[in-house]
């Protein structure tokens, strides 16, 4: 259906407003049990058994969908649906983010390749947490990981000690408030104020040490650039 049928006509529309209804729509389809039942009888994966355990954490299939689409956690109840073991909701940011000017996303039809230019956008960490307590239903079967990442905005490249502070912020009430199977750092978005900081190696020791000071018993990953 994707392949024939929506692809097609998904293409003739702005990418950034394709976004955003397939995560209005993703966000409906995931309230009700009928119609996630319904998506998961056409999408859901029930063939041999795929479960992986990687760090302590059961994957029911090899598949997540990674951090930059589902950035606000509005789309945990229905990806299960559709057969993912999990999501990396984000990345967050202590304080909210309008992200960067439009167009934040581009189609290269050449290279059937999209350019993403975000920056960062999200609801901010405290309304992440709140929407996920409130609305998560698939505890038992679905990883949610979150990816963490310095805020956009001026305030937070003012010194490298505002954009360490914004990191422990984010980490502190995710692991205060027990939301997150696991978390990734995020050091890698050079569309941003700041730039790429803590890909400095000493710096980004400073902000390991101070992630360190907060209790956390729960996986934590580094997501570096691609090309170091």
Same mark, same amino acid.
């Given at each position: ?24 729509? /993703? ?19 029930? /063939? ?14 090899? *598949? ?80 949610? /990981? ?51 900081? *803590? ?30």
């Amino acid at each position: 259906m994707y392949q024939y049928l929506l692809k097609p006509l998904f293409f003739k529309f702005n990418p950034e407003k394709v976004h955003d209804f397939m995560v209005w729509f /993703g966000k409906l389809a995931g309230k009700s049990i009928v119609s996630r039942s319904a998506i998961g009888l056409v999408y859901n994966y029930e /063939g041999k058994h795929k479960a992986k355990v990687v760090d302590g954490i059961t994957y029911r299939t090899p *598949f997540v969908l990674s951090a930059g689409f589902d950035y606000n956690a509005n789309l945990m109840n229905i990806l299960p649906s559709i057969g993912l073991a999990g999501e990396e909701v984000g990345s967050v940011t202590a304080r909210p983010c309008k992200g960067n000017p439009a167009p934040q996303l581009t189609r290269l039809p050449k290279s059937k390749s999209i350019l993403v230019n975000k920056g960062l956008k999200n609801d901010g960490v405290d309304a992440v947490i709140e929407r996920i307590k409130k609305n998560r239903k698939t505890e038992a079967f679905f990883v949610l /990981g979150v990816s963490i990442a310095r805020t956009n905005d001026p305030e937070a490249s003012k010194s490298i000690q505002a954009g360490i502070d914004g990191y422990v912020y984010s980490f502190k009430r995710l692991n205060e408030e027990k939301v997150g199977d696991y978390y990734t750092i995020n050091i890698s978005c050079p569309n941003a104020f700041g730039g790429e900081t *803590f890909t400095n190696p000493d710096l980004l020791q400073d902000l390991l040490r101070a992630l360190k000071t907060v209790e956390c018993k729960k996986p934590v990953y580094v997501k570096m650039p691609i090309n170091i």
